[in-house]
């Protein structure tokens, strides 16, 4: 529950940072000047934007109309993505740094506790000297990596990247839905040999 809870908060932060940079982007293809941007709306600057894209669709059509032909520029977001790399990276220490200190933290107390029954010669319960770890089921696993792959391939795309990058969350939610198939088929042979 905690990673999903971590995941959703950096989710939720990275999405927050891709609307401020979408919002800089629009900025910027605008060409205005840092005193006239403060003076206008965030309304105000979509609106802007959108009437430069339609006017560009408009010059774009009469050029093909003409058989001319409109060079294209190509200015990846590198900002975008540089943030995004970041903020994975991050997520990615997070994912493997904060569950490692919490079962570390869990087998120093276990071991303590250990030494405390040792200490005062009493005998020591076998739940404490062979604590069985719980796997997690196929469909727990099913469950998120479909919603990573999803979350993932949903951010992606709403970033609007030129390249079809969002196809990266269907890793993670191919391998859910195998998952997800391997619990159903495994709760069938479980019935069948009943």
């Known amino acids: 529950m905690k990673k ?4 959703l908060f950096i989710l939720l932060s ?19 000047t840092p005193e006239v941007v403060e003076k206008l709306s965030s309304d105000q600057l979509l609106e802007l934007a959108k009437e430069k894209e339609k006017l560009k669709y408009e010059y774009d059509k009469e050029l093909a109309i003409k058989g001319m032909e409109y060079p294209k520029q190509f200015m990846p977001p590198v900002f975008v993505m540089v943030i995004f790399a970041i903020l994975f990276l991050a997520f990615l220490i997070m994912l493997v740094i904060i569950p490692f ?5 869990k087998s120093k107390s276990r071991i303590n506790l250990i030494g405390k029954f040792i ?13 069985e770890e719980k796997t997690k089921s196929d469909l727990h696993k099913a469950i998120i990596l479909i919603s990573v792959g999803l979350s993932v391939g949903l951010f ?7 390249e ?6 269907l890793i993670p939610t191919i391998i859910g839905i195998g998952y997800f198939i391997s619990s159903k088929l495994d709760k069938k042979d479980k019935s069948t040999q009943e």
């Open 4 to 7: 999903l809870l971590m995941s």
């Open 14 to 32: 990275v999405s927050i940072l891709s609307t401020k940079a979408q919002n800089d982007s629009i900025v910027k293809s605008l060409n205005l």
């Open 101 to 105: 200190y919490f079962n570390n933290r």
């Open 119 to 131: 200490d005062k010669d009493k005998d020591i319960p076998k739940e404490l000297l062979f604590s």
């Open 156 to 162: 992606l795309y709403l970033l609007k990247l030129e």
């Open 164 to 169: 079809k990058y969002w196809t990266v969350g």
